[in-house]
């Protein structure tokens, strides 16, 4: 496995994965907002996706520049190969483990 | 395109992002803050919003991914670096080659700024001296003096002393964190050297600074001893001297020669040498040249004055100072010591005696003083600083106003500049070393003149000083440098350099209404405003001191001159030096006093008279002989003048005493019979009140009388036509010539009665100087930029000014044009400065028991000074711009 997966990082691939072509910046802290309800700085999302990038999960290009961003262009990502990779090795890994543990984690009702 | 006002985020949250991104690319990140903050002022308030984009601009900034960009964008090749050295060589050619093509403005800003920073160096040099006073010694830091603190609020007396057996006390009781305790007393003898078999060498009272110490006191403060040592002072009849003192005495005999002569104090303390000590280079105020071993006080006449049983003998001259163990704080230390002089000084027995111990550190002293001669410095120094900083202040105004409305002749060069690509930071940089240079001519041309100007205001600072240059004050010079550069030259950097270049390009410049405008109108209503409030402090203080000087004091000051004699002097020379000068031509009357009536010194003592009820009050004793109501004219409201006499026989008393004394006419006081320790005397006559103090106070009751025993100086008045002879000058000569004989070796300082009663009134004399000074100072500088700004108007107004004349326009009309709007700012100045300069004033006023009554006068005078003052400005631009051929003018094209 290349590289350790946080789950911050996780979300994050995630939610770029879902956006589709429209993954950049604002939009993202927007859907994990809406989604987990937890409220993110800019600061801590560029951070991150920053290490992504490096880590080789993700990749960006720069978009057109549009109005209501006073002109500034918008900065997509979209997930590489290794990045769908880590993604689905982890979900396997935890299917796994939820098959292994499925009486033990059964909610009382 | 009609642009809808939008809410932009915050710009200096901005600004601070671009400023800290640099060259970095975040324009993605910097959209997404964009987008961010339009989302939020769609569902939160602006203010909120705004807060969310600080927080996310601050949580970028720790960020790693703009750290991340940073670190990359340094690598990129067409980084843009403004500390290019190229450049600054350029700016500073740019600058100088600006400063020579506009000289008026140029001359106009340094002279101003050297003006300002002129003041701020006189501050700085008066500060740093006052500030080495006693910084100097060994162990300073654990060095305190002790004085004594009675009486609260109101009457609470200081003094820096104590009462002359305290420091042997605290050695004795208090142990606990005291190294060392010292006491010691002042003494200002008169010298005699003999000189083997020729008359001896005299040396006069006021040219040694003796003291009678302990030889702990050489525990507590460090010398270098050149012969002899401490323990020689503990047998009595012992001296020590230092180096110049020695020198004084002896010439330039060798130490060990010195060591066992004999120094004869007030002829007939006989002392020997026993050891030499060197002058302390640096400032201090304890420069004592003579150390008379303690114990001379207990077998010579010393014990006549110093009384070291005596706990209720407080003088000024008795000081105390304790060296504390390492690690105690004199804090600590205070309660003990108050307890200790409760005990001795009764308060514990009388509760009404609020007796507290205080303690001053060594290093605060000049500056705190001792409540008594040595004034505290502290208020000055603010009073110089507040100044120093206010003319500066309306320098660095003068300076923006000039360089902002200047700014419209440099937007084609700006907007130039912006095409070929120069970023808005180098422009800022650029008129930072223009404003760079300027400030640096300014302090060149104060730094010359600061020290012809404190010398010629030597009078009027706490001690005469200059301006040297050393490690110290080159880098307060540079601070100042840099610290006005950047006041002065931010905001028009700012102003110049925001310009786009289209609008610049097009040659349209600062509106009417707009922000500039409006800033600079009210740098100008600043000016203008403390302009006012100094000239109505000057018209106001000037009028209290003319009132001071002429007003009615109840008696005569007309040719008088008083000198002392000998405090001590318990034989009749006074009164034979008396009979002698009276017998000089030209001299009209003497009289034998303790001081004129009005004077520093007041002698307060209870009085009892028993009429119906008994009246005892503390009164003011004024000694004198039967001359002296003649000799300064006091006005006899009944009764008659004391009879000539040896003694004490009969009392002339004050109106206000008369009053007080229940007489409702001053008739009625004559005959009556008033107490005086113990003895009855009559009262022949009643006087008109007369000024005692200064005018800050209240007349009280006074009784003049022949009290012999307190009478050590002379009044002499001189003849009318002595004195239009300008013979002044012979017969206080005569007079030095009988005084010498009877005192020898006492200094005869003969003082105009009206030169004391000036300086009674020194404080004030000082702070209206100042305040003039200020006042012309802050006018001129207000009256340059004022220059300034109508020379710049009428240069973007000849058009204008061209096209009004050809329509018909008369030189009166253009003229009100222009002296319209400097004219409101004025008024504006007058309606804000008002108001506060009658606080201050009135304030200042009440410190006075006799004082004017604040007219609004005094408010117009001043609003029409500065009314003519700012038009006469204008005007000689207004004038020549309305003289201009219209057609000369509309021809520049």
């Known amino acids: 496995m290349k590289g350790y997966l946080g789950e911050f990082e996780e979300l994050v691939l995630l939610t770029i994965a879902s956006l589709g072509d429209q993954a950049y910046g604002a939009g993202v802290r927007e859907d994990i907002k809406a989604r987990t309800n937890r409220s993110l700085s800019l600061g801590a999302l560029h951070s991150t996706l920053t290490r992504l990038e490096e880590k080789g999960f993700i990749k960006s290009w720069l978009g057109e520049p549009t109005q209501e961003r006073g002109g500034r262009r918008k900065r997509f990502f979209e997930l590489t190969q290794s990045g769908k990779a880590a993604l689905h090795n982890m979900k396997n890994l935890r299917d796994e483990l939820w098959k292994v543990s499925k009486g033990t984690l059964a909610l009382d009702k | 395109m009609k642009r809808q006002p939008t809410i932009r985020p915050p710009r200096l949250a901005e600004q601070l992002f671009d400023w800290y991104c640099k060259s970095a690319s975040v324009e993605d990140i910097h959209g997404d803050m964009e987008e961010l903050f339009q989302a ?17 601009v601050i949580s970028l900034v720790a960020s790693y991914a703009v750290r991340k960009r940073k670190r990359k964008s340094y690598a990129h090749s067409i980084s843009y670096n403004t500390n290019h050295q190229a450049m600054i060589g350029s700016y500073f050619k740019i600058a100088w080659r600006t400063i020579g093509k506009n000289k008026v403005y140029s001359v106009i800003n340094v002279l101003g700024l050297a003006l300002g920073i002129c003041a701020c160096l006189i501050l700085y040099t008066v500060t740093s001296h006052e500030l080495t006073f006693d910084k100097f010694h060994v162990d300073g830091d654990r060095i305190v003096r002790i004085g004594v603190e009675q009486g609260k609020g109101e009457n609470k007396h200081l003094c820096a002393c104590v009462p002359a057996p305290a420091a042997t006390a605290i050695r004795e009781e208090i142990s606990a964190g005291i190294e060392t305790v010292t ?19 005299k040396i006069d009272r006021n040219l040694s600074n003796a003291i009678i110490a302990e030889p702990s006191y050489f525990d507590v403060f460090t010398y270098d001893w050149l012969a002899g040592n401490p323990g020689a002072l503990n047998e009595p009849f012992k001296t020590v001297l230092t180096e110049r003192q020695a020198h004084n005495y002896f010439g330039s005999l060798p130490w060990d020669e010195i060591v066992g002569k004999e120094v004869i104090y007030d002829d007939s303390l006989r002392t020997t040498v026993v050891g030499i000590v060197k002058d302390w280079k640096d400032n201090t105020d304890f420069p004592f040249t003579d150390f008379i071993s303690f114990n001379t006080i207990k077998s010579s006449f010393l014990k006549n004055d110093i009384h070291l049983d005596n706990w209720h003998d407080w003088r000024h001259s008795s000081i105390a100072f304790i060296k504390l163990n390492k690690g105690t704080s004199a804090a600590s230390l205070q309660t003990q010591l108050s307890q200790l002089f409760r005990k001795y000084l009764g308060a514990e027995a009388d509760s009404t005696l609020q007796i507290t111990a205080m303690t001053q550190p060594l290093a605060d002293l000049h500056i705190e003083g001792d409540f008594d001669h040595h004034e505290n410095l502290f208020p000055t120094l603010v009073a110089l600083t507040t100044l120093a900083l206010f003319i500066l202040v309306i320098a660095v105004i003068n300076f923006i106003n000039l360089s902002t409305a200047q700014s419209i002749r440099r937007v084609k060069e700006i907007g130039i500049r ?38 010629s205001f030597a009078a009027y600072l706490p001690s005469p000083v200059t301006f040297n240059f050393g490690p110290a004050s080159l880098l307060f010079l540079l601070f100042v440098t840099l610290g006005t550069s950047l006041l002065a030259g931010f905001y028009p950097a700012h102003v110049l350099s925001a310009n786009s270049p289209a609008v610049s390009l097009k040659g349209t410049g600062a509106h009417k209404g707009s922000e500039k405008w409006f800033f600079r109108k009210g740098l100008i209503v600043f000016q203008f405003a403390s302009s006012l409030f100094f000239i109505i402090a000057v018209l106001v203080m000037g009028r209290q001191i003319e009132f001071i000087r002429n007003k009615d004091r109840g008696f005569s000051t007309a040719s008088i001159i008083t000198f002392r004699t000998n405090w001590g002097d318990k034989s009749n020379n006074l009164r034979v030096l008396a009979e002698k000068i009276r017998s000089i031509s030209g001299v009209e009357r003497v009289a034998v006093q303790t001081v004129a009536p009005m004077g520093f010194i007041k002698l307060m003592s209870p009085f009892v008279y028993k009429g119906d009820t008994l009246i005892e009050m503390p009164v003011s004793m004024k000694a004198g002989n039967s001359d002296f109501i003649p000799l300064y004219q006091l006005r006899l409201l009944a009764g008659r003048n004391i009879a000539e006499s040896d003694t004490l026989k009969e009392f002339v008393i004050n109106e206000y005493y008369s009053k007080a004394l229940g007489f409702k006419r001053p008739e009625q006081a004559v005959g009556e019979l008033l107490s005086f320790e113990g003895k009855s005397f009559a009262i022949v ?4 009140d007369f000024h005692e103090q200064s005018f800050h106070e209240m007349i009280g009751p006074a009784v003049i009388g022949n009290f012999t025993q307190f009478e050590h100086s002379i009044g002499v008045k001189l003849s009318n036509a002595s004195m239009m002879n300008n013979k002044t000058k012979d017969i206080q000569a005569k007079i030095e010539k009988e005084f010498k004989q009877l005192y020898p070796g006492e200094p005869f300082e003969p003082h105009l009665i009206e030169d004391e009663i000036g300086w009674m009134h020194d404080r004030e004399q000082r702070l209206s100087t100042l305040m003039n000074t200020a006042m012309i100072i802050t006018i001129f500088i207000s009256c340059l930029g004022v220059f300034g700004l109508a020379m710049f108007t009428a240069q973007i107004k000849t058009k204008e000014i061209g096209i009004r004349k050809v329509m018909g326009a008369t030189l009166a009309n253009i003229v009100v044009i222009f002296c319209r709007d400097i004219m409101i700012l004025i ?11 009658w ?25 029409l000074a500065a009314l003519c003052l700012g038009l006469a400005t204008v005007s000689f631009h207004a004038v020549r711009a309305g003289m201009a051929d219209p057609v000369k003018s509309l021809r520049t094209e």
């Open chain 2, 827 to 837: 008024l504006i100045a007058i309606a804000i400065t008002s108001p506060i300069a």
């Open chain 2, 418 to 455: 912006k095409v070929l690509g120069s970023f808005r930071q180098s422009l800022i940089l650029q008129f930072l070393v223009e404003t760079f240079v300027l400030t640096f001519l300014a302090v060149c041309l104060a730094t010359l003149t600061v020290n012809p100007v404190l010398s």
């Open chain 2, 40 to 56: 939020d002022l769609k569902r939160l308030s602006i203010r909120r919003a705004k807060l969310n984009y600080w927080i996310q």
């Open chain 2, 183 to 201: 006491g010691y007393h002042q003494y200002r003898p008169k010298v005699n050297i003999p000189e083997g078999g020729h008359s001896p060498k």
């Open chain 2, 685 to 688: 006559g009643v006087v008109e």
């Open chain 2, 839 to 863: 606080y201050f004033m009135n304030n200042w006023l009440l410190e006075f028991a006799y004082r004017i009554e604040l007219t609004v006068w005094i408010f117009v005078l001043a609003g």
